[in-house]
């Protein structure tokens, strides 16, 4: 069974751009969460998506968007590139939404550069 | 607020050593889930461990084990005969009932495995 692919791996983006990344989750999974790792904030929880509706939110600015197709597939958006938005963005799927947690499964990531 | 604190940044080990990484985790919730991850320099976070506060059980994968306490807030994770392909950085995690899949991570400690 395929994991998490992420796409693209790397990206180099100059200030004031926008940039879209693009997560396919594990096969039946229905549950996409978005994440960003930087050297200095560690892990930070972005977004969750489920059934193509934003389920939680984590404290970031209104640049960064994101949405869920009808396929399970996910997409973020960073509009307005600034410095600090350099980082690793990963993607983690889960089976199912229930009132528990599920287990996460996270994709290898992209390396996001801004100039 | 939920927060997970790993207090070891970076750990170096001799091949065949054991080694003990910590977590301390805070929350106000009954139930709530924790878990660790592996990040090999591929970036890529891995699964290892899933415990639900109600699971006090302290579990052995084969030279992995982990040790949940309630009473002292900790769920360690310890690396039994140490190998060079152990050397990664090491997650705990923490998410409560009815968040979701909103992961809060720790710092991270770095373990260097020494051949």
């Known amino acids: 069974k395929a994991g998490v692919t992420q796409t693209p791996r790397y990206l180099i983006k100059t200030r004031g751009q926008q940039v879209t990344l693009s997560c396919s989750p594990i096969s039946g999974h229905r549950s996409v969460s978005w994440y960003q790792q930087t050297p200095g904030q560690g892990l930070q929880f972005l977004f969750e998506y489920f059934s193509e509706t934003q389920r939680n939110k984590g404290n970031f600015p209104g640049r960064f968007s994101g949405r869920q197709f009808s396929n399970s597939r996910s997409e973020m958006n960073v509009s307005t590139l600034e410095l600090g938005d350099s980082a690793l963005y990963l993607c983690?799927?889960?089976?199912?939404?229930?009132?528990?947690?599920?287990?996460?499964?996270f994709g290898p990531g992209t390396r996001l550069t801004v100039l | 607020a939920q927060k997970v604190t790993q207090a070891q940044t970076e750990i170096s080990v001799v091949e065949k050593e054991d080694v003990t990484l910590d977590c301390v985790y805070e929350?106000?919730?009954?139930?709530?889930?924790l878990f660790w991850y592996k990040q090999p320099p591929s970036g890529e976070l891995v699964f290892l461990i899933r415990r639900n506060s109600f699971d006090e059980q302290n579990e052995i994968s084969g030279r992995y084990s982990w040790n949940f306490q309630k009473s002292t807030s900790s769920f360690n994770f310890t690396i039994t005969a140490s190998q060079v392909v152990d050397s990664a950085v090491y997650f705990c995690?923490?998410?409560?009932?009815?968040?979701?899949?909103?992961?809060?991570f720790g710092g991270g400690t770095r373990l260097m495995v020494k051949p």
């Open positions: 983690a799927s889960s089976l199912k939404t229930a009132s528990g947690t599920d287990t996460q499964y």
């Open positions: 929350t106000r919730d009954t139930t709530y889930y």
């Open positions: 995690a923490l998410s409560y009932n009815n968040a979701g899949n909103m992961l809060t």
